[in-house]
């Protein structure tokens, strides 16, 4: 069962999701579509990070990793994800 949730948004992000639902018209049908999907989106990625970490931390942990090794992967997902978002936003 849905439950309808009021979100209160900034002027700019509102006139970003109309561009891109009118740009991606097979993926969002309306502002509810592109809000959904980024819901959905950003809870895979929190509980994919959370994996990600506990597995850092368990080879941490048998010393298969150092510290500096952490640190590193770390460093390079954030980079990633940052390209990622700036292909996406162009």
Known sequence: MSKPI?????????ELIDEIVERKKQLFTNRSD????AIEKTIFD?????SAARFLQEMGEKNKLSEKDVEK???????????????YYK
Do not use: A, G, S, W
Not at 6 to 14: G, K, Q, S
Not at 34 to 37: A, G, H, I, L, T
Not at 73 to 87: A, F, G, P, S, Y
């Open 6 to 14: 009021p979100v209160r948004l900034p002027e700019r992000d509102i």
């Open 34 to 37: 592109f809000v959904r999907f």
């Open 46 to 50: 929190t509980f994919k990070l959370e």
């Open 73 to 87: 992967i770390n460093k390079q997902v954030k980079n990633i994800r940052h390209k990622l978002m700036k292909e």
